[in-house]
């Protein structure tokens, strides 16, 4: 059973490729909508996957109060890292991009410095926007393209379309990413450090494998 048939929006990010001869390796870093009991995900199904992970909720406490309780492994780790959006306007507009690094970035540098030493999964409702755009972030930090990033980052599209939802959601839009990570190469200012660290979790390229692969 593939996992992303049964998790909404669900997918570990192995395999991704980095320009310079390296790639994410499998069970590092993973992107999700909401593990939700209701929306029956069981911990289960995660179980072994990524032992030990981080399971950082972008989501806001209003949120996670109307969704009800998570459904996670039980040697898993919750962090919650609210972010609100809705005052920046759906979609974000790039010139509302400043105040967005604000809240952002914080958040980012905190999740990469975490990934360096436990596998990550990043988390907002539908894991679309706010996890999207923290994703795209972190993959920029790795060094993956930007053609990559994108690619993953409308990704989100074709996932979420094999699920129905008690509300509709808008699709995402790669060109809203493609001027944030413009504009994140230009002002994310990571320490040297965070980004050395996450690093490290890379391996070279020449020892990936189908398990790596992504999927």
């Known amino acids: 059973m593939q996992i992303s048939n049964v998790i909404p929006n669900f997918r570990d990010l192995a395999g991704l490729p980095t320009v310079s001869a390296t790639f994410v390796p499998q069970g590092r870093l993973a992107r999700t909508a909401a593990l939700l009991q209701a929306r029956a995900v069981r911990s289960a199904l995660l179980r072994g996957r990524m032992p030990g992970a981080i399971y950082f909720d972008l989501r806001t406490d209003a949120e996670i109060e109307y969704h009800g309780p998570l459904d996670l492994p039980g040697d898993w780790t919750y962090r919650h890292c609210p972010i609100f959006d809705a005052d920046l306007g759906h979609p974000v507009e790039q010139d509302r991009f400043d105040e967005m690094l604000r809240r952002y970035r914080p958040v980012v540098l905190e999740i990469a410095e975490a990934a360096a030493t436990s596998p990550v999964v990043v988390s907002c ?28 980052y409308e990704l989100s599209n074709e996932c979420l379309a094999r699920f129905r939802f008690d509300r509709p959601y808008s699709l995402v839009e790669a060109d809203r990413c493609a001027a944030w990570l413009d504009f994140l190469s230009d002002n994310l200012d990571a320490p040297s450090a965070t980004v050395a660290g996450l690093r490290d979790i890379l391996r070279p390229y020449h020892c990936l494998d189908s398990s790596d692969a992504p999927g």
């Open 125 to 152: 409702s539908l894991g679309k926007d706010r996890t999207g755009f923290v994703v795209a972030a972190l993959l920029h930090m790795l060094d993956v393209s930007r053609e990559l990033i994108l690619h993953d």
